[in-house]
Nanobody
Framework: QVQLVESGGGLVQAGGSLRLSCAAS????????????MGWFRQAPGKEREFVAG????????YYADSVKGRFTISRDNAKNTVYLQMNSLEPEDTALYYC????????????????WGQGTQVTVSS
């Protein structure tokens, strides 16, 4: 079993910053999680869930949606079983529910490839 708990969301003005955190736990993650990629998806009202950012098990490879490149940075601390998403220069279009995810294998970031989802944390960016 794997539990993913996000935190750090909130209300921020356009141009501001937020840092999201995702703490992973559970016996399955404790045993195998160090070998897993982790990432973030988001879902805005009336829109489909979309990939935001991903990171491989070592943190040596990162992946970003074009819409957030240069503004968002994903990182992880394996000693704390935690992945982070630093979001800078936020725009109203970034308003969404942000989900922490673990893909089934490797670094595939399609919806079908996701094995575990957190409950989400709301990010609202005002103009």
């Amino acid at each position: 079993q794997v539990q993913l708990v996000e935190s750090g969301g909130g209300l921020v003005q356009a141009g501001g910053s937020l840092r999201l955190s995702c703490a992973a736990s559970g016996p399955t993650f404790i045993t195998y999680g160090m070998d897993w990629s982790m990432g973030w998806f988001r879902q805005a009202p009336g829109k489909e869930r979309e990939f935001v950012a991903g990171i491989n098990w070592s943190g040596g490879s990162t992946y970003y949606a074009d819409s957030v490149k240069g503004r968002f940075t994903i990182s992880r601390d394996n000693a704390k079983n935690t992945v982070y998403l630093q979001m800078n220069s936020l725009e109203p279009e970034d308003t969404a529910l942000y989900y922490c995810v673990v893909p089934r294998a490797g670094t595939s970031w399609t919806l079908r490839a996701i094995a575990y989802w957190g409950q989400g944390t709301q990010v609202t960016v005002s103009s």
